[in-house]
Structures are given as C-alpha cells and as structure tokens.
C-alpha cells in the first residue's frame, strides 16, 4: 500500500494503489472520463499484466519489485508547440533522484530513457490528451527499475544492481513525486532557463561519434548534440546537422 508523500502540494494527494492491472497509463486514461480526477493523482500498481513501453513495445517488470505507475497531469498552461518541456520535466525530475540516490552519472538516452552505466533504469511513456489545439491532460507512465537484481535480457539496470541494497518503494516513489512536482512547478510558473541545458548536458552518446540507424534502414555515423524545440535529435554527421524525431532513428552502437 503507498502513501501519499507529505511534502507535495498535490503531486500524489491522491494515490489509486492497485495490486495488479493491465497498464496504469490505461487505467489513467479509462479514469480520465471522470472531469473531477484532480491534477498529480497517481496510479500504482504492484503487477502490470499489459505494461507499454514507447513504440508498441511492452514493459515487462517483476511483481513488487519496482515501480510501475501513471501520474496525471493537467498542462493547460503550455501550448502544444511546447509540449516536449514537459518530457524534459519528467527525465530531468527521475534524473535527478537516480543520481541522488546512486552518486553517479546519469543520462537520458532520448527522447526519455534513463540510463545509468550504459543501462536502462526507468522508461517513460508520456501520452497527452488534447482539446482541439490546447492540452486537456497527460499522463506521465514511469517505470522505474528499484529492486529487481535479475533481468530476462541484457540491458536494464535498477537502483539495487547500481547501490548493493534494497529500498522501500514507498519511499522512493514519494521523493521522485516530491522532485517532479518542484520540476513540473517550475515549468507552470515559467521558471527554469536552465532547462534546456541541463537536458541538453545530459543526453546520452552526447558529442560522443556512435552509429545510428534510421526508420528508412540506413546505417550512418554521428554525434548527438541537442534537441530542437520540437524535441528532434540534432545528430551532427559528415554531412552536417539531420534532425531527427521519436521513431524515426535507432541508437544502435
Ligand atoms: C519505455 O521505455 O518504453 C517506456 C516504459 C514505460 C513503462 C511505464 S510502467 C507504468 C506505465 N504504464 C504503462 O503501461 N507503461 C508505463
């Protein structure tokens, strides 16, 4: 059972804590049809039984062991044109507890993934709801890799494997709300110019020359240096600057 943290102006006033459910970011959005579900309720749950991941993908986590839920957020303040500020609010925020609690370097491999050691710790899958051309509601999925010490494939890491102990989700799920709100606060009252550097700074394979591969199945070689406002990867190749965005290109060694 999770409590709502105390030091939170409305980020998690109010937690649904499910032992199991099919996917919390679907459960947000059956709830969504009821106008009065306040802004920062949070869905958890113990077990997802048809977790998603970006890109159709599916988001497979061990029972208990992690965090898996969907907070709901009501952005009417930004204009669409700005929505990736809020993508940048939700990696910035999860970075900053990952690093908090690990003391180590911690990158976002973009648009969202947070990677720690060159493996992934928490997946994020933001799904807005929009009215005409402004924003009704988003909801924030976060999948964050806490206890388990074992995976299926190569690849994810969690706060045990990185730390050498265990933690009490509750706890941990009540700083990462404390520090989202603040984030997601300052994005409201038009605060933080430094936004855009610190997730600029913290992209993953950033000015580093790697090889991507693009939707279309070419294979090239660059170095990623920003995001646009748009949120495109700005990857720097030998023929000058390509923009890319979400699903168009693959980070691929
Ligand atoms: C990804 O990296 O592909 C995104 C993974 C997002 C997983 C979270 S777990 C809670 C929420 N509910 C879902 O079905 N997905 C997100």
Redesign the pocket.
């Known amino acids: 059972m999770y409590t709502s943290p105390a030091n939170t102006l409305f980020m998690g006033n109010q937690i649904i804590s499910l032992p199991e459910c099919h996917?919390?970011?679907?459960f947000a959005a059956e709830k969504l049809q009821e106008p009065t579900l306040s802004e920062g309720t949070v869905i958890i749950t113990d077990r997802?039984t048809?977790?998603?991941?970006?890109?159709g993908?599916e988001?497979v986590?061990a029972p208990g062991t992690n965090l898996?839920?969907?907070c709901v957020l009501r952005p009417t303040f930004l204009p669409i044109s700005a929505q990736f500020q809020l993508n940048m609010v939700i990696s910035l925020a999860i970075l900053d507890v990952v690093a908090e609690i690990t003391h180590k370097p911690v990158y976002i491999k973009w648009p969202n993934?947070i990677v720690v050691d060159d493996k992934?710790i928490c997946?994020?899958?933001i799904e807005n709801q929009l009215r005409g051309s402004v924003f009704a509601s988003s909801i924030a999925?976060?999948?964050l890799n806490v206890n388990q010490q074992q995976f299926p494939f190569e690849g994810p890491t969690s706060l045990a494997l990185l730390t050498g102990h265990t933690f009490d989700l509750d706890e941990v799920l009540g700083k990462l709300l404390h520090v989202l709100e603040t984030h997601y606060v300052a994005l409201r009252q038009g605060n933080a110019p430094d936004r855009a550097t610190r997730y600029r700074e913290a992209l993953y394979w950033r000015n580093e020359r790697h090889t991507f591969t693009t939707l279309a199945g070419e294979v090239f070689d660059g170095s990623v240096r920003d995001v646009d406002q748009a949120g495109r990867l700005q990857v720097e190749t030998d023929q000058g600057i390509r923009l890319f965005s979400v699903k168009e290109i693959v980070y691929t060694r």
């Open positions: 996917s919390t970011n679907d997802q048809r977790g998603r991941g970006q890109r993908a988001w986590a898996t839920f969907s993934d992934k997946g994020i899958l999925g976060i999948g």
